[in-house]
């Protein structure tokens, strides 16, 4: 009986050390994918800067 609890408790020990390092993993995967999303959020704001600023341009011209 107490090697079946002693079982139980390294069963349940190493399940728990499976879960930590799986949810560091995950982690560590949604601080990457954070990263490129803000990298890509200011190229898109760059780009919408552009795009306004030749529409602007555009616009002063048809008016000229």
Avoid at 16 to 43: I, P, T
């Amino acid at each position: 009986t107490l090697r079946a609890y002693q079982t139980l408790y390294e069963s349940s020990v190493a399940f728990g050390m499976r879960k930590a390092l799986m949810a560091e993993q995950g982690k560590s995967e949604l601080e990457r994918k954070l990263v490129q999303l803000e990298e890509d959020k200011r190229d898109l704001e760059r780009q919408l800067k552009e795009t306004k600023a030749n529409a602007e341009a555009a616009e002063k011209k048809l008016n000229e």
